[in-house]
């Protein structure tokens, strides 16, 4: 019986301890599991040149892994994304990326798998925003008009399409609430950027000044900045619809463009080199955070964005054969060299 209760006692003790390491690894933290193969990590968007297969986008994982040509490899019978690949957004789940050709391939932005592509009520867009379940696509028209730019509204429930014309040179976009804010850049000319009242569909026009057009933009914390090629970094005031501040980039940096802001630190480029200064400062230096070598003609920063104090850079080379990306910290050393696809000219963050 002694015996008997020793054997009792045993099993109880093991099973107690069984139990209380059970409860103690319930209590751990759990591994986050990806939602796909290109979750954590980014895209690099290569537009390719006159023919739709040139063109590719390329995975990079957090864990540096490479992977060429995303789309074809998932989706080896879908119709192509079209020629001069120019974008691409997202929602919670699906990622939407722009041809220049007059199209939007829907895709899994996790699996990359294919599920529509929508043509119709485009006609050379360019880059798109999200607004409460709708996609909003700026298009520049006919390249011979400056009067005919309008936006895509796209239903995302079903993909219908209609147009809001807003009748400048269209080009980047970005929303702050229910407003979305383009940038209209006609060839240099025009100083203006437009924002749609995405409720009523009403546009406002905000005046730069002479000689100032915009050719980026971005949302900060709900602030609206843009950067001109005259070198001039304004907030945009949306209860006004007016320039709330103006900061002066030294005259000697010439060609400002790429307006990027990352962890309140804003960021440009100017030829091959990269500046910065902090949000809120009143001066901006004249010495570059980097600069890197490039041969090519027109193809310098022909991609560029800063993501959690990595500074990345598109190289396109000659345009005819594959271009180069390059990962480099925010205070100027160059951590990856990389081999792109034809054209790279946009990163994007999943």
Same mark, same amino acid.
Do not use: W
């Given at each position: 019986? !002694?015996?008997?209760? !020793?054997?009792?006692?045993?099993?109880? +003790?093991?099973?107690?301890?069984?139990?209380?390491?059970?409860?103690?690894?319930?209590?751990?933290?759990?591994?986050?599991?990806?939602?796909? +193969?290109?979750?954590?990590?980014?895209?690099?968007?290569?537009?390719?040149?006159?023919?739709?297969?040139?063109?590719?986008?390329?995975?990079?994982?957090?864990?540096?892994?490479?992977?060429?040509?995303?789309?074809?490899?998932?989706?080896?019978?879908?119709?192509?994304?079209?020629?001069?690949?120019?974008?691409?957004?997202?929602?919670?789940?699906?990622?939407?990326?722009?041809?220049?050709?007059?199209?939007?391939?829907?895709?899994?932005?996790?699996?990359?798998?294919?599920?529509?592509?929508?043509?119709?009520?485009?006609?050379?867009?360019?880059?798109?925003?999200?607004?409460?379940?709708?996609?909003?696509?700026?298009?520049?028209?006919?390249?011979?008009?400056?009067?005919?730019?309008?936006?895509?509204?796209?239903?995302?429930?079903?993909?219908?399409?209609?147009?809001?014309?807003?009748?400048?040179?269209?080009?980047?976009?970005?929303?702050? $609430?229910?407003?979305?804010?383009?940038?209209?850049?006609?060839?240099?000319?025009?100083?203006?950027?437009?924002?749609?009242?995405?409720?009523?569909?009403?546009?406002?026009?905000?005046?730069?000044?002479?000689?100032?057009?915009?050719?980026?933009?971005?949302?900060?914390?709900?602030?609206?900045?843009?950067?001109?090629?005259? $070198?001039?970094?304004?907030?945009?005031?949306?209860?006004?619809?007016?320039?709330?501040?103006?900061?002066?980039?030294?005259?000697?940096?010439?060609?400002?463009?790429?307006?990027?802001?990352?962890?309140?630190?804003?960021?440009?480029?100017?030829?091959?080199?990269?500046?910065?200064?902090?949000?809120?400062?009143?001066?901006?230096?004249?010495?570059?955070?980097?600069?890197?070598?490039?041969?090519?003609?027109?193809?310098?920063?022909?991609?560029?964005?800063?993501?959690?104090?990595?500074?990345?850079?598109?190289?396109?080379?000659?345009?005819?054969?594959?271009?180069?990306?390059?990962?480099?910290?925010?205070? $100027?050393?160059?951590?990856?060299?990389?081999?792109? $696809?034809?054209?790279?000219?946009?990163?994007?963050?999943?």
């Amino acid at each position: 019986m !002694k015996q008997f209760k !020793k054997v009792l006692l045993l099993t109880l +003790a093991t099973a107690f301890f069984l139990t209380s390491c059970s409860n103690d690894d319930d209590m751990t933290t759990p591994v986050s599991v990806p939602l796909g +193969a290109y979750d954590n990590g980014y895209f690099v968007l290569n537009e390719g040149g006159g023919s739709s297969v040139t063109n590719s986008i390329t995975f990079v994982g957090d864990d540096g892994t490479t992977t060429e040509d995303v789309f074809r490899i998932e989706n080896p019978d879908a119709e192509e994304m079209g020629i001069f690949v120019q974008n691409i957004f997202f929602d919670a789940t699906r990622a939407f990326i722009v041809a220049g050709s007059g199209s939007i391939t829907v895709v899994n932005r996790y699996s990359f798998e294919y599920i529509t592509t929508i043509s119709t009520d485009l006609e050379s867009p360019r880059y798109g925003v999200i607004v409460n379940g709708k996609a909003y696509v700026t298009n520049n028209a006919s390249f011979a008009s400056v009067t005919d730019d309008f936006v895509t509204v796209i239903d995302l429930t079903n993909y219908s399409t209609s147009q809001v014309l807003i009748g400048n040179y269209l080009d980047r976009i970005a929303a702050v $609430g229910t407003k979305v804010i383009t940038t209209n850049n006609q060839y240099g000319s025009e100083h203006s950027v437009s924002v749609i009242d995405t409720n009523t569909l009403a546009v406002t026009d905000i005046d730069l000044g002479a000689g100032n057009t915009s050719n980026s933009i971005v949302v900060n914390n709900n602030d609206v900045y843009v950067l001109t090629g005259s $070198g001039k970094f304004m907030e945009i005031d949306l209860s006004s619809n007016a320039i709330a501040n103006t900061l002066e980039i030294p005259a000697s940096i010439l060609g400002t463009k790429n307006l990027n802001i990352d962890n309140n630190t804003v960021y440009f480029t100017s030829g091959a080199s990269v500046y910065g200064f902090g949000l809120g400062d009143t001066t901006v230096s004249i010495t570059p955070i980097l600069t890197y070598e490039s041969n090519s003609a027109f193809g310098v920063m022909y991609g560029f964005a800063v993501n959690n104090d990595v500074i990345y850079i598109g190289d396109a080379g000659d345009f005819a054969s594959n271009g180069s990306f390059y990962e480099y910290s925010t205070t $100027g050393d160059l951590l990856s060299t990389n081999v792109a $696809g034809l054209g790279p000219n946009g990163f994007y963050f999943n």
